[in-house]
Every structure is written in structure tokens, then in C-alpha cells.
């Protein structure tokens, strides 16, 4: 199993950037395809983004495509999420996550087996 802690949430104000990184241990990084999701108070945990095992292919919600980027460097056994332009509507609890079922589709929760406890993004308007 991997332990994920997310890192590098706070208060933006709108229109700004933040980028927020997931680091990983116990466990192989390397081989598994890494996600972000993100929840809103009152809200269901919706997919953000998410990254292949090799860094060959990304993904990304139609909300946050053109303003956040997903990467990683599994030499630092880190996945990161580079986010501009972020609009009140972006204010979550931001969570990584490790697929492990590849049965089920990258965009949902099902698909991922270890989360992070999350960090705070909060976008003042």
C-alpha cells in the first residue's frame, strides 16, 4: 500500500496559481497511473485530472482544461498539479489519488484504491 500526502493548498484570490503536489511512499509510484480529484462543501468528489504511469498521456476535466496541468516526477515519487486562472468555483479539498482498477474509468473514484487526506484550495472572489 502507498501512503499519499497532499501538500501546497491555501488562499488564492481569484485569477491566480497554485500548484499543489502529492508525495508518495511505501509503495511502487512509478508503475500506476496518478489522479487528482476534488471536492466542494455539499458536493460529490469529481475528477480533475489524472496522469498514465509513464507521463505519456494526460487528462483533464472540461472545467479545468487550458488552466491546471497535471505531471510527475517518479524520480521524486511526486505528482503534481499546476493550477492558474482558478475561479471560486475551483475551491476544494484537493485529493491524489493511485489507480489501481483499471477496470473502471481514470475519471472515477472507483478506479483509485489509496487517496491523501486532501488539501485545502480556497479561491477568494
Known amino acids: 500500500q502507498v501512503q499519499l500526502v497532499e501538500s501546497g493548498g491555501g488562499l488564492v484570490q481569484a485569477g491566480g496559481s497554485l500548484r499543489l503536489s502529492c508525495a508518495a511512499s511505501g509503495d511502487t509510484f512509478s508503475s500506476y497511473t496518478m489522479g487528482w480529484f476534488r471536492q466542494a462543501p455539499g458536493k460529490e468528489r469529481e475528477f480533475v485530472a489524472a496522469i498514465t504511469w509513464n507521463g505519456g498521456s494526460t487528462y483533464s476535466a472540461d472545467s479545468v482544461k487550458g488552466r491546471f496541468t497535471i505531471s510527475r516526477d517518479d524520480a521524486k515519487n511526486t505528482v503534481n498539479l499546476q493550477m492558474h486562472s482558478l475561479k471560486p468555483e475551483d475551491e476544494a479539498v484537493y485529493y491524489c489519488?493511485?489507480?489501481?482498477?483499471?477496470?473502471?474509468?481514470?475519471?472515477?473514484?472507483?478506479?483509485?484504491?489509496?487517496w491523501g487526506q486532501g488539501t485545502q484550495v480556497t479561491v477568494s472572489s
Open positions: 489519488a493511485r489507480r489501481e482498477f483499471n477496470s473502471f474509468s481514470y475519471q472515477t473514484e472507483k478506479s483509485y484504491n489509496d
